[in-house]
């Protein structure tokens, strides 16, 4: 089992910028590459950035392409979103997620591709 805990979020007017954090616990020790997803009042889940377990590999919805950034710190246990130039459109609660395996970020675009999820943070961007 892995454990996720997501923080970081709040309350920001557009433009602003924001960093999210995921800290992962338990059993850390197998490759997992790491995604976020958000979901916004009525609507479905959706992806928005995966790393792979190395880190060497990124893939963003092309939504956010250009303004958010993933970012892992294997030593920590730890991965983060920072997103700037936030619009009101990025309002939602945001996840963080643990797949298993080592292959390259694109194979980790969609939900079913992880094992693990956190109970999310909520990111409110005012216009």
């Known amino acids: 089992q892995v454990q996720l805990v997501e923080s970081g979020g709040g309350l920001v007017q557009a433009g602003g910028s924001l960093r999210l954090s995921c800290a992962a616990s338990?059993?850390?020790?197998?490759?997992?590459?790491m995604g976020w997803f958000r979901q916004a009042p009525g609507k479905e889940r959706e992806f928005v950035a995966s790393i792979s377990w190395s880190g060497s590999t990124t893939y963003y919805a092309d939504s956010v392409k250009g303004r958010f950034t993933i970012s892992r710190d294997n030593a920590k246990n730890m991965v983060y979103l920072q997103m700037i130039s936030l619009k009101p459109e990025d309002t939602a609660v945001y996840y963080c997620?643990?797949?298993?395996?080592?292959?390259?970020?694109?194979?980790?675009?969609?939900?079913?591709?992880?094992?693990?999820w956190g109970q999310g943070t909520q990111v409110t961007v005012s216009s």
């Open positions: 997620a643990a797949g298993e395996g080592a292959a390259t970020a694109i194979f980790y675009i969609t939900r079913r591709a992880y094992n693990y």
């Open positions: 338990g059993r850390t020790g197998s490759s997992y590459a």
